[in-house]
């Protein structure tokens, strides 16, 4: 009897063995849990494996048949994807789907609207975002669960290639009564010794802790956090100033405190947004098109979502 299921059965399937969880591929498919369930079901009588081992209150997780079952299905999702862009190339039509990852400081200000825009230039494209830290996107461009991404030249290996897009200063987020909240410009020096509320990210709180280190300084780090949300409160209420390259169009904290930013003075290294991609990659026809839209649509003149009103850099001598 020949076996019958869809790629959309396989794509459920990875989804629930990555998350461990018939929920939360739902959320991440936006379908509902009883369409994935019933999905694994007919996979596994189809096959006549048990493809996960369900476990009470703890999600799911493969069998010893299901993570080969799943390492196939990979491949077989890869293929048809490789198919689809195939015919793009072929008939000179952007198409296929577009695995984007954002940095998560800049996702939610940044990628909804560049998003948008391309699909609507490319109705043909289906684009499906991820939000990570600096590392994870590295990891996921190299095992191919990314295409690209858009992120900061942090750290880019030699086997991936980036594509700078923009500029973005250092900027010193503070508390609207903060001593130094009016000033033209802050450096260092006038920092280190005032509590800091670090965003503490792989590769990105090594960024801005090397501005301190640059001058000789270390920064009196009060909180740490991995949500810039996060900080923006804590700063917004007095806890300490924070340091970012992002300056959004609402210049208020998530609970409403008002923000003030700051030029960073001195000879600081902007961080510079970008795509970060696997080499080679850049040549399919859909990835060269998102470039070009991104290239575009973020320059050091414009950023959707982000100010770019910059004050002249202040250099101390």
């Known amino acids: 009897m020949a076996l019958r299921f869809?790629?959309?059965?396989l794509e459920y399937l990875v989804a629930v063995g990555e998350s461990g969880s018939i929920i939360l591929a739902a959320e991440k498919l936006h379908v509902s849990s009883p369409s994935i369930s019933a999905a694994i079901g007919q996979l596994e009588d189809q096959l006549g494996l048990q493809i996960f081992v369900r476990h009470h209150a703890k999600g799911l997780s493969p069998s010893q048949a299901g993570r080969q079952i799943l390492a196939q299905a990979r491949k077989i999702l890869a293929e048809a994807e490789a198919m689809n862009r195939l015919a793009g190339e072929i008939s000179g039509n952007v198409r296929g789907h577009l695995a984007l990852g954002?940095?998560?400081?800049?996702?939610?200000v940044v990628v909804p609207r560049l998003r948008r825009e391309f699909e609507g230039r490319h109705p043909l494209v289906s684009v499906s975002q991820s939000e990570l830290n600096q590392q994870e996107i590295i990891d996921s461009?190299?095992?191919?669960?990314?295409?690209?991404?858009?992120?900061?030249?942090?750290?880019?290996?030699?086997?991936?290639?980036?594509?700078?897009?923009?500029?973005?200063?250092?900027?010193?987020?503070?508390?609207e009564g903060h001593e130094f909240a009016h000033q033209k410009a802050i450096s260092v020096d006038q920092l280190h010794e005032h509590p800091m509320i670090l965003l503490d990210l792989p590769l990105s709180a090594d960024y801005f802790l090397s501005l301190f280190r640059a001058a000789g300084l270390r920064p009196k780090i009060a909180e740490r956090t991995r949500d810039l949300a996060v900080v923006r409160s804590l700063v917004g209420n007095g806890?300490?100033?924070?340091?970012?390259?992002v300056r959004p169009l609402n210049e208020r904290a998530p609970d409403g405190q008002k923000l003030c930013f700051v030029p960073l003075a001195g000879p600081v290294r902007p961080m510079v947004m970008g795509l970060a991609m696997a080499k080679g990659i850049e040549s399919l026809l859909t990835i060269r098109a998102f470039i070009a839209h991104c290239q575009e649509t973020i320059t050091n003149d414009?950023?959707?979502?982000?100010?770019?009103?910059?004050?002249?850099?202040v250099r101390q001598f």
């Not at 869809?6 to 059965?9: A, E, G, H």
């Open 6 to 9: 869809t790629l959309r059965q």
């Open 102 to 108: 954002c940095l998560l400081t800049f996702a939610q």
């Open 141 to 175: 461009l190299r095992s191919g669960n990314l295409d690209v991404a858009l992120t900061y030249d942090l750290e880019i290996p030699e086997d991936l290639i980036f594509v700078p897009l923009a500029k973005l200063p250092p900027y010193v987020l503070l508390p």
């Open 239 to 245: 806890y300490g100033y924070s340091i970012a390259n």
């Open 302 to 313: 414009s950023v959707p979502g982000i100010n770019l009103h910059h004050a002249p850099v």
